[in-house]
């Protein structure tokens, strides 16, 4: 079998329905294979958006997505989406082509060290030397992507090779690979040892991240927290895996979570991260960061606990696996409930005094905190949302409440603006059925306009939902509040017409500038068939509060 | 059971590791023999911030199995991160945080110095009291092989240099771990 179809056949194995890319010289082979395979090929407009496309998908359903790009500026165009997946953890797998073998390290047209240059950025990566190892890198490569702390794997192929004729048998069982045994269980002595720490804890909290929704452990995640009234915080990556809003939620975490939620783990004795990373996006000033806690830390990623903060109860482990027993060790001792009263008490007390809010417009203007607000009425909370990187993310993620994970699909590790529209076209391929709306900046949109043509092509259905302030806003914000209002490349003017351009891409565009009109619009833009932008016209100059200047302590928190 | 019984745990006496050792640390490592695991080791330090002191890459009893020793100074780094963080390279099988007390370690040393005829009688005495060969004589230079403990190479290094030292190369560290008196 020709080596390109048995790739295609390994894919098929591993389940691979859908696969996001664009054809090139180096990939000839694989393409002319997928012409036959019964495998739906998205053909996206950058590789950059075919990477997000694939972290979309698997964000959205938990399964691997997959980008294919030709070699060079192809592969290299995809990088951002790679650092992206490693950053936030996105099982993914990216299949580039590369030179024949013959012209490797000769500069050939076409030619980047796409392994050297991924490096640094992915969970593991193969270059092919020999075409009969096709079929089982992609194996492996699978593997390694969805098991562990899930990551980027790449496979780069020679063009010659994948045309080589090699034997193809379908892989069975788990590879054996020697350095590769993550570990899930939780030692059972350390869970017990937490168990009895909480138990004696006046002033506990869970702050919960992203690795709970990696490994499907949100069920887990909940009757833990319930097990008891601990207040449950989490972070921007693991929004839905705790139900908003609940009697034990004290909303977002971090820089710009809830002040209920930072003081409350500035003031804890005992704090239990689960599947989170103490980024600094979370701890502020590492040296003032919740001074009177002790730390138990879950995580399937040994080399996160005490990575940043010393940790004092270590558990390696899987959340779905460690999560019920610490549950069942925590029942067991029976802990006296009413111990975490005047906990309770004090955290009312910052939620009371200081509730998320914002002075809405006295005319028709449209806050950007209102817009969101619309968005979760419409959506009734129930759309899976993808996200660009800025103000707008933040406020989606104060503003909208998620009540089931995988329904919040953004870019919180690298933080990469345009990454919403081709994660919503992911996310609407995986889950064809649901609602899909990118909440879009229009400093990001513009980034990948380009994917408007993937959507008009393929019909796929998402939802636009432009926040336009006509500002890269985060940047002016900060302009506006550390660096003395010196307004620098932050004001972007009133190009593109958003409606003409997705109508010349083939969608509908919709307009909407007055906060009256907001609701309908955005309802007759989900109940249209077909890709809908609506240039949702916002204050230009709104801030995003309340914040942790960068490098301040919780305790610090403005606005 | 009651919340602050003796049974449960007083917060106070729970204790976090330390993330610095002091110490120089000697890590072996087995690797898989492919290409581009050197490459990924060096990245992954370049990348995290370590900072490699040594390094020496060697084939081991097994043709699919290399073996790499490296000295990090625990000063500088946290070495339970960099373990960690090894550990997380597919291709690295294990590794081990060689015991000081536990481990025979050997570097070997070539010194080319300057030699003129009234001072070479002193520079060779010097080899001979460091159990040191030399393998190259020229009419203005000795080279000197010297293997020991990185101790014993540094010791003559400064013996050495003030007659003054041409060029030297060190291989850095390998090490192995010591066997019982009775295996």
């Known amino acids: ?559 | 059971m009651e919340a602050g019984t003796p049974d449960l745990i007083k917060l106070e006496d729970l204790e976090a590791t330390s993330g610095l050792t002091g110490r120089k640390h000697l890590l072996s490592l087995l690797v898989e023999n492919k290409p581009g695991v050197l490459a990924r080791i060096a990245g992954l330090f370049s990348r995290r911030g370590f900072n490699i002191d040594t390094l020496a890459v060697g084939p081991t009893e097994d043709p699919e199995v290399s073996r790499i020793t490296m000295t990090v100074d625990g000063a500088l780094h946290p070495i339970d991160q960099v373990t960690k963080q090894l550990h997380k390279l597919v291709n690295v099988i294990k590794i081990r945080d060689m015991e000081p007390e536990q481990t025979v370690a050997r570097e070997m040393a070539l010194f080319k110095v300057s030699a003129a005829i009234e001072s070479r009688g002193e520079i060779m005495q010097f080899a001979e009291i460091f159990r040191a060969d030399v393998i190259d004589v020229s009419r203005r230079t000795l080279t000197i092989q010297v293997t020991g403990d990185t101790g014993k190479i540094d010791a003559f290094e400064r013996m050495i240099r003030p007659h003054g030292l041409v060029e030297m190369v060190r291989t850095g560290e390998v090490a192995i771990t010591r066997s019982r008196p009775e295996g």
């Open chain 1, 1 to 559: 079998m020709r080596a390109a179809d048995a790739l295609c056949e390994a894919l098929k194995a591993e389940g691979v329905k859908h696969v996001f890319g664009i054809p090139g010289g180096a990939n000839l082979p694989t393409y002319d294979a997928l012409y036959d395979a019964e495998i739906e090929h998205i053909q996206v407009r950058h590789e950059q958006g075919g990477g997000h496309a694939a972290e979309g998908y698997a964000k959205a359903s938990g399964k691997v997505g997959v980008g294919l790009a030709t070699s060079g500026p192809g592969a290299t165009n995809m990088v951002t989406a790679i650092a992206d997946a490693i950053m936030d953890s996105v099982p993914t797998v990216f299949i580039t082509g590369q030179v024949r073998t013959e012209l490797i390290g000769t500069d050939g047209f076409q030619e980047a060290d796409v392994t050297g240059i991924t490096l640094p950025i992915v969970k593991h990566s193969f270059l092919v030397t020999d075409p009969r190892h096709i079929p089982e890198y992609v194996h492996e490569a699978f593997y390694i992507a969805s098991t562990g702390r899930p990551g980027p794997v790449l496979v780069d192929v020679p063009q010659d090779l994948s045309r080589a004729d090699i034997e193809y048998e379908p892989s069975t069982g788990i590879p054996e690979l020697a350095g590769y045994k993550p570990s899930t269980e939780g030692n059972i002595k350390q869970v017990r040892l937490a168990a009895k720490a909480l138990a004696n804890a006046r002033r506990p909290v869970i702050y919960g991240g992203g690795g709970i929704v990696n490994a499907n452990a949100s069920e887990q995640f909940r009757e833990f927290c319930r097990v008891d009234r601990f207040p449950v915080t989490l972070t921007v990556m693991g929004l839905g895996a705790f139900p908003a809003p609940d009697e034990q939620w004290l909303g977002m975490l971090g820089m710009h979570g809830t002040r209920a939620a930072n003081y409350a783990m500035d003031e804890a004795d005992l704090i239990v991260a689960v599947g989170a990373r103490f980024d600094d996006r979370i701890t502020g000033k590492l040296s003032e960061f919740a001074p009177r806690a002790k730390f138990i830390h879950i995580d399937i990623d040994p080399a996160e606990i005490s990575k940043n903060v010393p940790a004092h109860i270590p558990i390696v482990g899987d959340a779905g696996d460690v999560l019920p027993k610490l549950t069942d060790e925590y029942r067991a001792l029976r802990a006296e409930a009413a111990r975490l009263d005047e906990w309770w008490k004090q955290i009312g007390e910052w939620q009371e005094e200081y509730p998320l809010r914002y002075d809405d417009s006295e005319d028709s203007e449209i806050k950007p905190q209102r817009m969101i607000e619309a968005m979760f009425k419409v959506t009734e909370g129930e759309a899976v949302i993808t996200s660009d990187v800025g103000q707008h993310q933040m406020w989606c993620a104060q503003y909208y409440d998620f009540p089931r994970p995988r329904q919040w699909i953004n870019s919180g590790g690298l933080g990469t603006m345009g990454f919403g529209l081709p994660a919503a076209i992911g996310a609407k391929v995986a889950r064809p059925d649901d609602t899909v709306v990118c909440l879009a900046g229009d400093g990001s949109l513009v980034m990948v306009c380009q994917e408007l043509a993937t959507a008009a092509r393929h019909d796929i259905p998402v939802k636009v939902f432009l926040m336009n302030n006509g500002h890269f806003g985060m940047v002016r914000q900060w302009q506006e509040l550390f660096w003395d209002r010196r307004y620098s490349a932050v004001e972007m003017g009133d190009s593109p017409d958003w409606v003409k351009l997705a109508e010349a891409f083939g969608w509908t565009g919709m307009r909407c500038t007055d906060k009256g009109e907001i609701e309908d619009t955005m309802k007759s833009a989900i109940d249209a068939d077909g890709p809908v932008l609506v240039d949702v016209h916002v204050t230009k100059e709104e801030n995003c509060f309340p914040m942790i200047p960068s490098g301040a302590a919780a305790r610090d928190m403005v606005g």
